[in-house]
């Protein structure tokens, strides 16, 4: 098994500008997660879907952060505008039911 | 809301024994997770308590009890690999029941 698969691994971009984040569950996996990791606030729950019904976003930060579960197999995290503050790694986890998290390498996201 | 709390740093040197402390609140209990994270790398899984006692696997030991919201990671014969930060995470209870909220984490130094 290929294990998450995450895109882009590194993303640099300006102030203002679009961010988007993409992910791959394990295949078979129903449930999958979006965390960001800072050394301040550690590994934040941001949102997580089962069965691609988001269940619980109220760990996204604010309107500019979105996410979509458009299928079994892809996800997306958009933030517009992206703010520096947003800067951090983002981990993309899957789990099938409630069994251990499976995470995908991050992205590292600087905004500048 | 939920609040776990593990100690930031720890220090120890090859072939000696150290334990990582755990303790947590939160709303409903549904089990309590140890991942391994290195630098620059994703967290990966180490163990998995649910009921109380002791889980062994290896050099790694995990215990939990569930009326003092308390956990501890043993590790056994520490390597230099060891070096990394450890993760105490809660599965609270909620809807879906399947999300993960971490601990800020302990980072380990082991030196020869």
């Known amino acids: 098994d290929a294990g998450v698969i995450q895109s882009p691994r590194h993303e640099v971009t300006e102030m203002g500008q679009e961010v988007t984040l993409r992910c791959k569950p394990i295949?078979?996996?129903?449930?999958l997660f979006w965390y960001r990791q800072t050394m301040m606030r550690g590994l934040e729950l941001l949102i997580y879907f089962n069965n691609n019904v988001p269940i619980d976003d109220s760990g996204m930060p604010e309107d500019r952060f979105s996410a979509k579960m458009p299928n079994a197999s892809f996800s997306t995290l958009k933030i517009q505008p992206s703010e520096p503050r947003d800067s951090a790694v983002y981990f993309c986890?899957?789990?099938?039911?409630?069994?251990?998290?499976?995470f995908g390498s991050g992205t590292q996201l600087s905004v500048l | 809301g939920q609040n776990i709390d593990q100690p930031t740093e720890m220090t120890a040197t090859e072939g000696a024994i150290v334990q990582i402390n755990c303790t947590y609140q939160?709303?409903?209990?549904?089990?309590l997770f140890w991942y391994q994270q290195h630098a620059g790398e994703a967290p990966t899984f180490l163990s998995y308590n649910v009921l109380d006692g002791l889980e062994e696997k290896g050099r790694f030991s995990s215990f939990l009890s569930r009326s003092k919201g308390y956990s501890y990671l043993l590790l056994k014969e520490l390597q230099m690999k060891d070096s990394a930060s450890y993760l105490c995470?809660?599965?609270?209870?909620?809807?879906?029941?399947?999300?993960?909220?971490f601990g800020k984490g302990t980072t380990l130094s082991v030196s020869s």
């Open positions: 295949s078979g996996h129903n449930s």
């Open positions: 986890a899957s789990s099938f039911y409630n069994e251990k998290l499976f």
């Open positions: 939160t709303s409903g209990f549904n089990g």
């Open positions: 995470a809660v599965r609270g209870l909620n809807q879906a029941g399947t999300a993960l909220i």
